[in-house]
């Protein structure tokens, strides 16, 4: 006797469910098997240009935590290396110059120009370097780059550098293509065409911020590297400053630089400017203390004044709110008779918020 047409119809699709789900969880398997390091897989090897590589990883290009690795973007510098004259040099018949990291400046020369001097800051023989986002919502973004500029500083890209040089690249192109307004020119355009996926608060105070900066101090904010390698520091390890974050278990050349400027949490292994997620530097401490001594890195950064002065073993966060009224930080990194040795220095500042 035949078997009913609704029975035979039942059995088919459950053979073309079951079929779907194997076709799936085989595309599944191996795209995280594959894609996603876990976090017990934690190490480092060096490759052949001395460049801290992810354990396991059998090519440069595989190296990742989660999704991290990223295309090179044009025109920027990602990673830089400091000047070895500038390093603090240890022993008895050391030089005194030092390393002076300051935090989110963003246009409050005066309190910049304060904590310089509570430092003793000595042109001839010390070394600045501005930890990002030393422009934008301050009164004062043309003074701070030109001080920086004039005192032979080093710049880092914040996402507020970023925001800036991106909107004159976008002027310069409508200028090119549309024949409207370039960036040094007169304009009376109340709205930009930025896509706000590139920007948090994309609008016209970028590109008025861009005409008041001018070309001069814009080209010096393009060469600010994303990344900048101070070197190695005795108990410090390597030391490295950027903006916002770097991702665990990513050699330097391969982080993403949009994170990089960006980034405060870690979530499933991917970082995110978010603040749902694990604080990125629980994360990266909880690496570095995993790996051999001589592979540690040790990050200053800035861009989280909400959570201020965070200073780990191998992490010290010194954004502490200078724009809305905190402290302008800096760590001061000096020479000792057998190793490095640094300093927490603060002033107190005005709110400089546009009112």
């Known amino acids: 006797m035949p078997k009913p047409r609704a029975s035979v119809s039942r059995r088919?699709?459950?053979?073309?469910?079951?079929?779907a789900v194997a076709v799936c969880w085989g595309a599944y398997s191996y795209f995280f098997q594959t894609r996603i390091i876990p976090i017990s897989n934690w190490g480092l090897s060096t490759n052949n240009e001395g460049v801290s590589v992810q354990k396991g990883s059998e090519e440069e290009g595989k190296d990742a935590y989660g999704l991290n690795a990223?295309?090179?973007?044009?025109?920027?510098?990602?990673?830089?290396?400091?000047?070895?004259?500038?390093?603090?040099?240890?022993?008895?018949?050391?030089?005194?110059?030092?390393l002076i990291v300051v935090g989110d400046v963003h246009g409050m020369k005066e309190s910049l120009v304060a904590l310089l001097d509570k430092v003793k800051f000595n042109e001839k023989r010390d070394h600045l370097?501005?930890?990002?986002?030393?422009?934008?919502?301050?009164?004062?973004?043309?003074?701070?780059?030109?001080?920086?500029?004039?005192?032979?500083?080093?710049?880092?890209?914040?996402?507020?550098?970023?925001?800036?040089?991106?909107?004159?690249?976008?002027?310069?192109?409508?200028?090119?293509?549309?024949?409207?307004?370039?960036?040094?020119?007169?304009?009376?355009?109340?709205?930009?065409?930025?896509?706000?996926?590139?920007?948090?608060?994309?609008?016209?105070?970028?590109?008025?911020?861009?005409?008041q900066l001018g070309e001069k101090r814009i080209k010096w904010l393009k060469k600010c590297p994303v990344i900048l390698r101070v070197g190695d520091l005795g108990d410090m390890g390597e030391v490295v400053v950027v903006h916002a974050g770097l991702t665990p278990g990513?050699?330097?050349?391969?982080?993403?630089?949009?994170?990089?400027?960006?980034m405060r949490t870690i979530k499933h292994g991917v970082p995110s400017d978010k603040?749902?997620?694990?604080?990125?530097?629980?994360?990266?401490?909880?690496?570095?203390?995993?790996?051999?001594?001589?592979?540690?890195?040790?990050?200053?950064?800035?861009?989280?004044?909400?959570?201020?002065?965070?200073?780990k073993k191998y992490s010290m966060g010194i954004d502490t709110g200078c724009l809305k009224g905190g402290k302008l930080t800096a760590v001061?990194?000096?020479?000792?008779?057998?190793?490095?040795?640094?300093?927490?220095?603060?002033?107190?500042?005005?709110?400089?918020?546009?009112?």
């Open 129 to 211: 370097i501005l930890a990002g986002d030393m422009i934008s919502k301050g009164p004062d973004s043309k003074g701070v780059v030109d001080l920086a500029m004039k005192l032979g500083a080093t710049g880092i890209r914040g996402n507020h550098e970023d925001r800036i040089i991106l909107a004159h690249a976008d002027m310069e192109a409508e200028h090119r293509d549309t024949g409207l307004p370039g960036p040094t020119e007169p304009m009376d355009k109340q709205q930009d065409t930025l896509e706000e996926e590139s920007f948090n608060h994309g609008d016209y105070k970028d590109r008025r911020l861009v005409k």
């Open 275 to 311: 603040r749902e997620g694990t604080v990125w530097t629980k994360e990266w401490n909880k690496y570095q203390k995993s790996v051999p001594k001589k592979h540690r890195q040790t990050v200053i950064y800035g861009h989280d004044s909400k959570r201020g002065l965070q200073m």
């Open 332 to 355: 001061v990194i000096e020479g000792g008779h057998s190793d490095h040795k640094y300093t927490l220095h603060h002033v107190k500042c005005k709110d400089g918020r546009d009112r």
């Open 70 to 98: 990223q295309p090179s973007l044009a025109g920027m510098t990602r990673l830089m290396d400091l000047s070895p004259k500038y390093i603090p040099e240890t022993g008895k018949h050391r030089h005194g110059g030092r």
């Open 250 to 262: 990513v050699s330097l050349h391969k982080q993403d630089p949009v994170q990089v400027m960006n």
């Open 12 to 19: 088919r699709m459950l053979g073309y469910f079951a079929f």
